[in-house]
């Protein structure tokens, strides 16, 4: 893949995450602290500058009391309206 399509996907996960962790009503701050991640790292995610691992998806999602799959799915709609990909 391009620089270009990886950086749309991680933004597209960033997009995902900020939507149901503003649907579940959570600050970034807390989300880290249910997930075990440092704040700033959510941030980074939220903002699609990290390429994150697959155990913190996992962490991120049981945090904010979704499946992993809602989020992914969220991930797709935005770049198949996108068109990005």
Known sequence: MTPLIDDSLKEAFGDAVRKSRLSAGL???????????????????????????LVNMYRISA???????????DMEKSIDASGTI
Not at 63 to 73: D, E, F, H
């Open 27 to 53: 600050s970034q701050e807390k989300l880290a602290e249910l997930a075990d991640i440092h704040r700033t790292y959510i941030g980074d995610v939220e903002r699609g500058l990290r390429n994150i691992a």
């Open 63 to 73: 945090a904010l009391g979704v499946p992993l799959s809602s989020i992914i799915r």
